[in-house]
C-alpha cells in the first residue's frame, strides 16, 4: 500500500485497483520493470544430451539476426553457460536500484548464471530443491534484463523443483525439447514432453542433438550414438520435429574456448527459424 493511501477516506481497505485513484503503484519486483517479449525454455529429460549446447547455440543465432536476447542459465547445480560463452566466473557482478547487471556475451547476449557468484567456477552448488528455486526466480525477477526480444532459459534434466518453477514463474512462450538418437534417452524424454503438455505449456518442437558425426576424410554421415529417430518420436508424441544436429568436433573446441557464437550451422539456422514462427 503505497503512503499516499493513507489520506483517502478509505485507508486503503478499498478493493479498488490503486492505479485508479491516481495513486503511484509501487514496483515490488524488479522484473516487473524488465520487457522479455519471448521466453524460449530449453528441456531434456536427460543429462548429456547437449541440452546447454542447444540453448547457446539458439541465443547466438538469435543474436546474430539482430535480436536482442538473454541467457537465464537455470541448471544452478551444473551451470555451463558462462565458460561457453567465454565469460569469466570472476567478472563481477554490478547492481544498480533497477537489478543486477547481466554481464554481456561478444554479440550482446545477456547471461546471468550462479556461477558468477561462486568464488571458484568448479565449485559446487550443494543445496536442496527450495533454495535452487529460489535462485531461478531471482535471476527473473531481481536482474535488469531491460529490453529483450527474446529469453533463453537453460533447464536441468529432468521434471524437478527447477523445471516446475520455471514453468509456473516465468511466462514462458514455448519449450523446445532436446534429446539424442539413444532409445533410453528418447525413453526418458517423453517424460519431460508429457510434463510440459500437462502444464499446458507449448511445445516447439523436438531438436535430434548428435543425430550423426560426419566423416572428416569421406564427409560420410555415421550414427555413432544409433539410428536417428527423432522424427519418429516427434510423431508419436504429437509434436514437431524440428531437426537433427551433427555431433561436430569443432563445435566442442569452440565450446571449449569460449567461442560457442563463432559456430554457424544451417541446421541450426533452419531450427532457430521453425522456432521463431511459432512465437507470438
Not at 560463452?85 to 563481477?92: E, K, L, R, Y
Request: include cysteine.
Amino acid at each position: 500500500m503505497s503512503d499516499k493511501c493513507n489520506t483517502c477516506g478509505s485507508n486503503g481497505s478499498c478493493s479498488a485497483d490503486p492505479g485508479a485513484c491516481g495513486v503511484e503503484v509501487e514496483k515490488t519486483l524488479v522484473g516487473s520493470l524488465n520487457n522479455v517479449r519471448n521466453v524460449i525454455v530449453v528441456m531434456s529429460g536427460k543429462g548429456g544430451v547437449g541440452k546447454s549446447s542447444v540453448t547457446g547455440l539458439i541465443a547466438a543465432s538469435l543474436a546474430r539476426a539482430g535480436k536482442r536476447v538473454g541467457v537465464l542459465d537455470a541448471d544452478i547445480t551444473g551451470p555451463s553457460q558462462p565458460r561457453a560463452f567465454g565469460i569469466p566466473s570472476n567478472v563481477g557482478i554490478k547492481a544498480t536500484d533497477f537489478g543486477l547487471i547481466p554481464p554481456e556475451a561478444r554479440l550482446g547476449i545477456k547471461i546471468m548464471s550462479i556461477n558468477f557468484f561462486l568464488p571458484n567456477e568448479d565449485d559446487p552448488v550443494i543445496w536442496r530443491g527450495p533454495m535452487l528455486a529460489g535462485a531461478v526466480k531471482q535471476f527473473w525477477e531481481e536482474v535488469d534484463w531491460g529490453d529483450l526480444d527474446y529469453m533463453v532459459v537453460d533447464l536441468p534434466p529432468g521434471t524437478g523443483d527447477v523445471p516446475l518453477t520455471v514453468m509456473q514463474t516465468l511466462p514462458v512462450n514455448g519449450i523446445v525439447i532436446v534429446s539424442s538418437p539413444q532409445d533410453l534417452a528418447f525413453m526418458v524424454v517423453k517424460k519431460t514432453i508429457k510434463m510440459a503438455q500437462k502444464m499446458k505449456i507449448p511445445i516447439l518442437g523436438l531438436v535430434e542433438n548428435m543425430s550423426y558425426a560426419v566423416c572428416p576424410h569421406c564427409d560420410e554421415k555415421l550414427e555413432i550414438f544409433g539410428h536417428s529417430q527423432g522424427a519418429q518420436v516427434a510423431k508419436d508424441t504429437d509434436i514437431d520435429f524440428l531437426g537433427g544436429l551433427p555431433w561436430d568436433i569443432s563445435l566442442n573446441a569452440l565450446i571449449d574456448k569460449g567461442k560457442i557464437e563463432d559456430y554457424v550451422s544451417e541446421d541450426m539456422k533452419s531450427i532457430v527459424e521453425q522456432i521463431v514462427v511459432k512465437l507470438p
